[in-house]
């Protein structure tokens, strides 16, 4: 098992896929390892319905992952075809057309953050329901955990308070917790601000020498 966490995005686990025969295991395995106490007879249905919320959750944190990687790549593209200049001075004549293309583009993307965020919450919300209805004594508490736990757990991975300077300036950083999908989300933002901006530059410049 390799537990993986990153920003708002934290894995609670993550598990080598396993034979049929062992899917309701996976859950107890786990459990018993971080030192919970498994009811001996746990709901078979609850395990599966969290097993499968779980990794519904994992895939729709990978395939946000990989259409903003697409996104991204596509403005990066744009951006390089709206500033490469001919020999001549001046815009080139297909750059108001790739400013619309970018601002579509960035709008899209904004769009597709928010609806892939949306479904992380939602899986996120029942996973901290069934965690209650497990049957481990004490709960899990990991996608139900308060944001006070959270926030010890990870001072104590940080060894909090023993670092000195510029380290402990990093340390402080971390604690912020600052969001992974909003960073992104806040770059699609930027860049459908840019290419607005971009196309009002051209079309002023159009006028201008007109």
Not at 15 to 36: D, K
Not at 112 to 118: E, Q, R, V, W
Not at 168 to 188: E, I, R
Request: with cysteine; net charge negative; hydrophobic share 45%.
């Amino acid at each position: 098992m390799i537990a993986s966490q990153g920003g708002d995005d934290v894995y609670p686990f993550q598990c080598v896929e396993a034979p049929p025969t062992r899917h309701l295991s996976i859950t107890n395995e786990f459990m018993i390892a971080s030192g919970q106490t498994v009811d001996a007879s746990p709901d078979p249905t609850l395990l599966e319905l969290y097993k499968i919320a779980w990794e519904t959750r994992n895939l729709e944190i990978s395939l946000y992952w990989q259409r903003s990687n697409y996104f991204l790549i596509l403005n990066s593209a744009l951006a390089v075809g709206f500033f490469t200049r001919p020999q001549a001075s001046g815009m080139p004549e297909y750059a108001v057309g790739l400013a619309i293309f970018g601002i579509v583009c960035s709008f899209l993307w904004i769009r597709i953050n928010a609806g892939s965020k949306f479904w992380q919450s939602r899986w996120e919300h029942r996973l901290a329901e069934l965690e209650k209805r497990l049957g481990v004594e004490p709960p899990p508490a990991m996608f139900a955990a308060t944001f006070e736990s959270i926030e010890e757990d990870a001072k104590a991975g940080l060894q909090f308070g023993e670092h000195s300077f510029p380290r402990n300036v990093w340390d402080h950083l971390v604690l912020a917790k600052p969001s992974v999908t909003s960073t992104m989300a806040l770059l699609s933002a930027v860049f459908t601000i840019a290419w607005c901006a971009a196309l009002l530059f051209v079309c002023v410049s159009r006028l201008s020498r007109s």
